[in-house]
């Protein structure tokens, strides 16, 4: 009686070693899947970055109504300020290059700017004759301190512009901002993140 070899090749087996399967075929999707965590990771750190501008400005967490930055606790470096050359008229028509349209808004080589630390009275859209008054002494006042020179731009919100499109800045001369010497004369008030009244009712929600 013969005896079986000890080894003994299956049919099946023959033929997986004759003709081997192809290897898979790359697939992305299973590609993409596999990395999900790290793209949905990517996706949310690209717009903080973009919205900050700077890496140390995504772990704050930025209140509404543009609140300043405390760069010292931050350790985010503040813009460089920009200092302020030329002379200003009053704006009028619509070619605007170095102009001050009223207190606290003026237009400057072509970009319109708001001084983000105070608020003064409306001379567009006033709510009293007062009020027309002060505004229209508020522009004078703000033109004259901007033609004095030695006037610098320096950004401390967390926003560079606000909804109306204007840079926000303060203006700045001699370690002091141009704003407060306006408190000063009674033609503004501090910026308080809403319009105030100058007619003595309540302040107005809107933006100045």
């Keep these: 009686m013969t005896r079986k070899p ?13 003709n081997p399967e192809p290897p898979p075929r790359w697939n992305p999707f299973a590609a993409l899947y596999r990395f999900r965590r790290v793209l949905i990771a990517a996706g949310f750190a690209v717009p903080a970055v973009i919205h900050f501008e700077k890496l140390p400005y995504s772990y704050l967490v930025v209140p509404a109504s543009n609140k300043l930055i405390d760069y010292g606790i931050t350790g985010a470096v503040p813009p460089r300020p920009e200092p302020i050359e030329g002379r200003f008229v009053t704006c009028a028509g619509a070619q605007r290059v170095n102009c001050v349209v009223d207190g606290d ?4 080589r072509a970009v319109k700017y708001r001084i983000s630390d105070i608020d003064t009275p ?3 859209r006033p ?7 002060l505004g229209e ?14 006037n610098i731009l320096i950004r401390v919100e967390s926003s560079d512009i606000d909804r109306y499109g204007r840079k926000l800045r303060v203006v700045m001369r001699d370690g002091q ?6 408190i000063a004369e009674g033609l503004a008030e501090k910026w ?4 105030q009244s100058w007619c003595g009712g309540a302040s107005s929600a809107s933006g100045s």
Excluded: H
């Design 6 to 18: 000890a080894r003994v090749i299956l049919l099946k087996d023959a033929r997986q070693k004759l």
């Design 105 to 108: 808004t003026f237009w400057y």
């Design 122 to 124: 409306e001379i567009g």
């Design 127 to 133: 709510e009293c004759a007062s009020e027309k008054r």
């Design 137 to 150: 002494a508020a522009t004078e006042a703000l033109r004259r301190e901007l033609n004095r020179g030695g």
């Design 177 to 182: 901002s141009v704003g407060d010497r306006l």
């Design 192 to 195: 308080q993140g809403r319009r």
